[in-house]
């Protein structure tokens, strides 16, 4: 959500009076987390939205993510929903990058989060996937997924030593070949979300949670996306804080209740807990791999905030050398013990 593009109070004038009935603009703000896409809080006469360039997304691109916000958003899930012009587009071309506006989900995002927000994340994940299998237009596979990983790791090899060159190249290999067998494509799959970390989480009054930033969102598997969360949210705060000595890296308590409230709304499979320990390195491998792709290809924008690689390095090294079973995980059992 770094800023790209600059646009300026005139040019969004025009696009959204070519496009939509919200009134005069009130209010436009900037918004500096995040790092691939621009976007602006929008305010108008009738309502407050989200205006979205998509800086590395054709527009043909763009229209599997907002048509997939428009189907959670009208069967039940918290997320903004695009508004659609007059031809039923989600999307037109703004200072040369495709576009969209969507509804402003209100709330806040939570960076220390508790058990019971974990455990609300997981029933939203599990809620997103159940509603998502009856989303019937294709999906794209994973940008920065499977496919992706061998060509991401040439990109970045010139940025390490040999140990960690090494160890990206075996769990390459590791992932690959679980994917490939028989247990790995039994892994039920649609499309996920697969970036749903903290800062795309608001929480609101309520405490209820919802998601925003689906332009990651790809055909890949629901335990993939389980797993990316798990990575995040349930984060121990000793790890946040760059000590990594100590039982494992996750909370014991915050995973137990995230995968209480996901397993509350839908079970995992017999198979889907026996893969649970080689997804989390998956995930884990997924953003060593992409922070480390962004350093070797840097971008400007303004307000851009880097994201640093090594926590997921680190955070990998430590699922191989303590694997998770799923079955002590949601017993709140402690983290990388037998």
Known sequence: MAVFTVVSPEELDRWLSARFTVGPVTAFTPIAQGIENTNYFVDT???????????????????????????????????????????????????????????????????????????AVGGLLARMHLAAAGFREAAPPNPRGLDWWPRGAADVSVLLDDGARRLLDDEIATQQAFAASAAGRSLPRSAVHADLFRDNVLFDADGQPGAIDFYFACEDRWLFDLAVSCNDWCLAD???????DGPGPLDAVRLAALLRGYSAVRKLMPAERAAFATLLRAA????????????????????????????????LRAHRSRPLRFEAAAQGATPGKP
Not at 66 to 78: E, V
Not at 238 to 244: E, I, T
């Open 45 to 119: 006469e009738s309502g407050r939205f989200v205006l979205t360039l998509l800086e590395r997304m054709t527009p043909a691109a763009v229209a599997f993510p907002l048509a997939l916000m428009k189907y959670l958003a009208t069967h039940g899930i918290r997320c903004p929903e695009p508004l659609a012009a007059a031809d039923g587009s989600l999307s037109a071309t703004l200072c040369g990058k495709p576009a969209t506006l969507a509804t402003r989900l209100p709330g806040r995002q939570h960076d220390a989060p508790t058990a019971a927000e974990c455990a």
């Open 238 to 244: 000793r790890w946040n804080a760059g000590d990594d």
């Open 284 to 315: 884990a491998l997924r953003f060593w791999l992409s922070r480390l792709h962004d350093q070797a290809r840097p971008r400007a924008a303004r307000l851009l905030e880097a994201k640093d690689p090594r926590p997921f390095e680190r955070l």
